[in-house]
């Protein structure tokens, strides 16, 4: 092959590559994606023909209807698909550059002396490989959380955009993690009797905690706050007078993470696997009333689903479980996110991370997986619309972010990603994805040694010269 | 790393893996089947732990209309399979007459050949994966030759009914995993639920010898202290082993040692060399020790550093049995990229599709078109019947079994899936699975095994 033209870096590469790893924020552009297929990700099917436009980092029109405003740069979008970036739910992106090497992976902090209080924020690594792998597969949101190892609990989740720019977070504390069943079980000392009440005891200490008089900015009420990613750092934090009963299990830092669990404005994500700690987990709410819960995992929902969907809980689940890979798991089937969906339940795919087959830019395919089942008998599947929104729309929306996050309507975040094809299907792939307006590099290392490598030839020079 | 998998799941095959390398295609030399192998016989005179398969009965079918997908690399449109007594007895175009055979209208539906997966661990890393049931290394010694993966297959694992019915997957190769440089024999199966193993052993399937480069060995020994601790060492120690071998294989081979006569067998050329490597530095290494110490790799597994010598690959006639686009989860797979089957082909290096995961076998297919997607991206357009060929003939020919199934050709073993669309689209799903003629699944019925584990459980028998 050629080698002509392989030898340097497109400029405009390695101005954007420049530009993330210095910080500077690219500005939105204004873009109209004209005559393309429109998935707008609120689980209706895809329209042809469509228009999308964002002006000012936001979603302005979208729809078969819609003409470009006059000055805004026009992409033709003929032959090819415009959605909202997919948000990928439960993830590690960002904390991790190499699975397998412990120095630089921040997943989980099994030595550490803190449970809920750990916060993914300051180890967020824009520049991770992950990060830039995902979002050219048109990942442009995720939540990420730490998985749990010295306690049940991984911490406190962020809300974060892939955007290549220094600054990941688009809501830090979003979220509080703890795991039950076998994992919590294990990690709690052995028994799922033990991982609930750790949890319990934590919820009632952090309910204490923030009725505690002499704690400043206590009273136990959460302070009025209009949007939950206007929580503040919990005063107790940084106010050195407060003094606890000696009878306590969990850390000043710990119990105060808490306090937003036990009133209700922090969502607290529960990993459980099987139908009776499903159950046990909709159970806490009698004694916690104020719980936001979110089910994480869930592989034996269909079988709690009705219980699930009148507990009004939403579910962040695996796609492709279907083996009894733990006895908390034996039900597990491809089935089970159409069927928790049909009895109700919120249901968006999740729990993607690393490199292997649960890398999150293997998330469309998952999706589509699950639109291939319905034609299988005995299995339940979803539509095509249903199934992308469970990859846009709605894990957004459990995120706290419905209607201005996977969803290409008025007033929505700009993140679109102009595909190839159906982004579903095995071939397509982005070719534009833009984060709050910003068009952003699809490059990584993998573009770059694939580059590299695309001959052997090394007649003139070695290969580390081709860069 | 993995949210889905327990931390034992993870222990074993994330890092410490199950992993290993495939034959070619390329070369005109053919394994010799087991009857032809001069592995001592037990003192009943027979092959130990020889296969008892035996085909299950079939009824003469004739699919007609589908686009087949040979396996050779052929597409013929509006094609016409039929099959019968277990066998595939023709392949054509509409013209071929159908008289005496059951047709099945396979208009808009798709024919390969049976799915076969060159780098398994059902069985032996079975669901649930307990550590009762952790079983695929031998992880108290570096070189365990002597180990043979079929002793601890589970055949009861309800993962080789999920390859089935949603992979396609009729044959499949369990190796020993990773932990060790040589990590044992591997065993070849049919994908047919059985009450025990040598039931379900492909009959006249070589056996092959699985070893590892890397990290693996290096990091399970060194952490204990012991040899190898180092990339060195690693290669140290193959080469004393393989020096010991042919010491062995040179003498009359009397006195019965069943570490050596596995090493004889590759050295003989019966048994063929899997070998888990990823980086391309390692892999050219492993080419020179195999021509120092007179045996040939069959394939590379894992080999994510492929792309980086596909020449050299292809004039050693090795295959190299890849994910689609697995990356960056250890260190030496941080140079894995999606273009690496295709880059491959560019050279005329020979591709396998691999799983090495009870997951990923469901989806070969899908795999596969991924790999084939990237490289179109480059310019490198791969026909689909060629990308069928990398999960079905290819992985044959590196196990050794292609003269019996891995293609839709007269006379091979009718080992066939019909799917009810394109095989490398997500929306497909196979219809039916024939193994040796016999139908093993049907979505449409819901013909479909369930194993002994599942019976009485929550989700028996449900469309997985």
Known sequence: ???????????????????????????????????????????????????????????????????????????????????????????????????????????????????????????????????????????????????????????????????????????????????????????????????????????????????????????????????????????????????????????????????????????LYVHVERASDIRAVLALRSEFPALRLVLVGATEGWMAAREIAAANVPVIAFPLNNLPARFEQLAATHSNVARMRAAGVTVALGLYSGGTDEQPRNITQHAGNLVALSRIPGADGLSWGQAFAAITSVPAAIAGFDGRLGVLRPGAAGDAVIWDGDPLELSSVPVAVYVAGVEQPLTSRQTRLRDRYRDLDERDQPKAFDF | MSRRLAPVLLAAVALLPACTAVPSERGTERPATAGASRAPLGADGRQPYASTYRAYPGTPTALVGATVFDGTGRRIDNGTVLLREGKVVAVGDATLSTAGYERIDAAGKFVTPGIIDIHSHLGNYPSPAVEAHSDGNEATDPTTPEVWAEHSVWPQDPGFSRALANGGVTALQILPGSANLSG?????????????????????????????????????????????????????????????????????????????????????????????????????????????????????????????????????????????????????????????????????????????????????????????????????????????????????????????????????????????????????????????????????????????????????????
């Not at chain 1, 039950?180 to 934590?202: F, K």
Request: proline share 6%.
């Open chain 1, 1 to 267: 092959m050629s080698r002509a033209g392989r030898k340097q870096p497109r400029l405009s590469v390695v101005i954007a590559l420049a530009c993330a790893l210095a910080g500077w924020p690219a500005a939105a552009q204004d873009v109209a994606i004209t005559n393309a297929t429109l998935a707008v990700g609120d689980g209706s099917e895809p329209v042809q023909g469509a228009t999308v436009v964002i002006r000012g980092g936001q979603v302005v029109a979208a729809g078969p209807g819609v003409a470009p405003p006059a000055g805004v740069p026009v992409i033709d979008g003929t032959g090819r698909w415009v959605t909202p970036g997919i948000f990928a739910s439960v993830s590690t992106l960002g904390l991790v550059d190499v699975e397998g090497v412990g120095d630089g992976n921040d997943e989980r902090a099994p030595s550490s002396p803190f449970s809920a209080a750990l916060d993914v924020r300051p180890a967020l690594n824009p520049a991770s490989q992950h990060v830039a792998v995902a979002r050219t597969g048109g990942i442009t949101r995720a939540s990420v959380v730490g998985q749990p190892s010295a306690s049940i609990f991984a911490g406190q989740g962020a809300i974060v955009d892939l955007g290549a720019d220094a600054d990941m977070v688009t809501r830090p504390r979003a979220f509080q993690y703890v795991s039950l069943g076998e994992m919590g079980a294990r990690i709690a000392g052995g028994s799922r009797t033990s991982a609930h009440a750790l949890l319990r005891n934590a919820l009632r200490e952090a309910r204490e905690v923030g009725r505690s008089p002499e704690i400043a900015g206590g009273g136990g009420r959460p302070p009025a706050r209009e949007r939950i990613e206007d929580l503040a750092p919990d005063p107790r934090l940084v106010d050195t007078a407060s003094e606890r009963r000696s009878d306590v299990l969990l850390s000043r830092f710990d119990a105060a993470a808490l306090v937003p669990v036990v009133n209700g404005q922090q969502p």
């Open chain 2, 184 to 464: 044992g024999r591997s065993v070849t199966l049919k994908n047919v639920p059985a009450r025990t193993v040598q039931a379900m052993k492909f009959p006249g399937a070589p056996y092959g010898l699985k070893m590892a480069c890397g990290e693996n060995p290096k990091r399970v020994y060194g952490s204990r202290g012991r040899m190898p601790s180092t990339r060195m060492g690693n290669m140290a120690v193959n080469r004393q082993t393989w020096l010991d071998a042919r010491e062995f294989a040179d003498g009359d081979r009397k006195k019965r040692n069943l570490a050596n006569e596995t090493l004889a067998g590759v050295l003989d050329g019966e048994i063929l060399l899997h070998n888990h490597c990823y980086r391309a530095d390692e892999m050219a290494f492993v080419i020179d020790m195999a021509k120092e110490m007179g045996y040939r790799v069959a394939a590379f597994h894992h080999a994510v550093e492929a792309y980086k010598i596909g020449d050299l690959l292809r004039d050693n006639g090795i295959c190299s049995a890849i994910w689609a686009d697995w990356y960056g989860f250890k260190m030496e797979s941080y140079d894995a990229i999606p273009e690496n089957a295709a880059f491959l082909q560019r050279e005329g290096a020979c591709v396998v599709i691999h799983s090495d995961d009870p997951n990923g076998i469901q989806r070969l297919n899908q795999e596969a078109a991924k790999a084939q997607a990237a490289g179109r991206r480059v310019g490198i357009d791969i026909p689909d019947a060629q990308v069928i060929r990398w999960i079905t003939l290819n992985a044959a020919t590196a196990m050794g079994i292609d003269r019996m199934t891995g293609s839709l050709e007269p006379g091979k073993m009718a080992d066939v899936v019909l799917w009810n669309g394109n095989p490398l689209s997500v929306y497909s799903r196979p219809e039916k699975v024939w193994i040796d003629g016999a139908l093993m699944y049907d979505a449409l019925t819901r013909r479909r095994p369930v194993s002994d584990f599942e019976l009485g459980q929550p989700g028996e028998g449900d469309a997985k």
